[in-house]
DNA sequence: CACTTGACCTGTCCGC
DNA sequence: TGCGGACAGGTCAAGT
């Protein structure tokens, strides 16, 4: 899925597009990726106005005026696409977008507003969900209150950082930067690109790493993270932000889908392809070496 | 416990 | 072309 950066593309884009917007309808042809019935839906949704827009981890929250919530995982293919009357993705800019006409046979989801603008939630592997919370049930939401701490915060410092992959000293490191109990927003692609630039092995071990190592690899993090999010996410295949257009780190990408390339760092090994945590993995043989 | 595997789904790509 | 299998940005439940 989107990973932070993506997610937090499309929760600056929604601000920008959504909020103040009243809900006029909201539908469903897919029950997993909405489960609740019209009357809850009347009771709870419609008519209601968009107060404000936010991103934890890779979770959107969307708070409407009755302080009701909408909480939104994309997982791997989730698109939330804003369309307007005039809005035509891809016209002239064929590169720049992903999508042409919405709805299309990915749309789950359809959330019309009053001035008869839309919000789409396509998902084409139905991974995807959106929950409906009231302030109780958000407040008692098992995947926010076990979520790990926002890595780009001004109070999130290496110390906590190293305080915190320490809490899985004998895993290895690729799998504890995913652990989103452990930090928030990290999935595969930043896991990898952050653990070439820090000069570390996805396999080492978390607690055969030096201080300077963990340094390294936070300060790694936060620039790859940042990197990303100035330029607009990934896009690999399915993700767009709120506006339909695709994002161009991947083409800074340094290893992430870059097998058999020769390494732009050291120039000296072709980046190699392997399996760590179940998950395809890029690395650099030369530059990253195993702590186990 | 802590860690790994399978399941949830559709679509694409690669080898035969 | 066609077909089977592997794989894809995430997370949880079940198994070891």
Request: a positive charge.
């Amino acid at each position: 899925m989107p990973e932070l950066p993506e997610v937090e593309t499309i929760n600056v884009g929604l601000r920008k597009l959504i909020v103040n917007k009243t809900i006029k309808s909201i539908s469903t042809d897919w029950v997993k990726s909405l489960s609740y019935d019209a009357k809850y839906l009347k009771d709870n949704v419609l008519e209601q106005s968009i107060n404000r827009v936010d991103r934890r981890g890779k979770l959107l929250i969307i708070r409407l005026g009755n302080k009701y919530r909408l909480l939104i995982h994309l997982k791997m293919t989730g698109q939330l696409v804003y369309k307007d009357q005039q809005t035509r993705f891809g016209a002239g800019h064929p590169n720049d977008s992903l999508i042409n006409d919405l709805p299309d046979k990915s749309t789950r989801v359809i959330i019309q507003f009053s001035d008869n603008s839309f919000l789409y939630f396509n998902d084409q592997r139905k991974f995807g969900w959106i929950k409906i919370v009231n302030p109780d049930e958000f407040d008692n939401f098992s995947f926010l209150n076990t979520l790990g701490p926002e890595p780009l915060l001004d109070s999130f410092k290496a110390s906590d950082f190293k305080r915190n992959i320490l809490k899985r000293p004998n895993s290895e490191i690729k799998a504890v930067l995913l652990d989103q109990k452990i930090i928030a927003g990290i999935g595969n692609i930043y896991a990898d690109e952050s653990l070439w630039l820090a000069k570390i092995h996805p396999k080492s071990k978390v607690n055969r790493l030096s201080d300077q190592k963990i340094k390294d690899l936070f300060n790694a993090m936060q620039q790859i993270l940042r990197l990303s999010i100035t330029n607009g996410g990934s896009s690999d295949r399915n993700y767009v932000n709120a506006e339909g257009k695709k994002g161009n780190y991947l083409e800074f990408a340094n290893v992430y889908k870059r097998d058999k390339q020769l390494c732009p760092r050291c120039k000296k090994a072709n980046i190699l392809k392997i399996r760590v945590a179940s998950r395809g993995t890029h690395l650099c043989p030369n530059c990253q070496k195993v702590q186990k």
